[in-house]
């Protein structure tokens, strides 16, 4: 099984920053493509950020120049620096990975974390 592990959520005020982390563990051969989503309150889940296996990334619009997503193969981790907050990025932050697993045959799996809540508020 592969778990993801999250941390760095919190209450921060308008125009700070906060930085998120995300840990894969269990049994895996190596994580393809991670990225962050985000949900806020009577909205669908949208893609913040995605990076690749060979580190390049894609971004949503509304945060291009604010946040930084970045991972490191070695500990199986991804993180998303958060700068210039502002109320309308308040939602919960989902870290997503494409895990690639052996049984019988090699897999594919789509893992997801627990959330971690984001606030920015004064």
């Known amino acids: 099984q592969v778990q993801l592990a999250e941390s760095g959520g919190g209450l921060v005020q308008p125009g700070g920053s906060l930085r998120l982390s995300c840990a894969a563990s269990?049994?895996?051969?190596?994580?393809?493509?991670m990225a962050w989503y985000r949900q806020a309150p009577g909205k669908q889940r949208e893609l913040v950020a995605l990076?690749?296996?060979?580190?390049?990334?894609n971004y949503v619009d509304s945060v291009k120049g604010r946040f930084t997503i970045s991972r490191d193969n070695a500990k199986n981790t991804v993180s998303l620096q958060m700068n210039s907050l502002n109320p309308d990025d308040t939602a919960v932050y989902y870290c997503?990975?494409?895990?690639?697993?052996?049984?019988?045959?090699?897999?594919?799996?789509?893992?997801w974390g627990q959330g971690t809540q984001v606030t920015v508020s004064s």
């Open positions: 997503y990975a494409q895990a690639v697993v052996k049984t019988t045959s090699v897999r594919i799996l789509q893992v």
């Open positions: 269990g049994s895996f051969l190596s994580i393809n493509d």
């Open positions: 990076v690749f296996t060979g580190d390049r990334t």
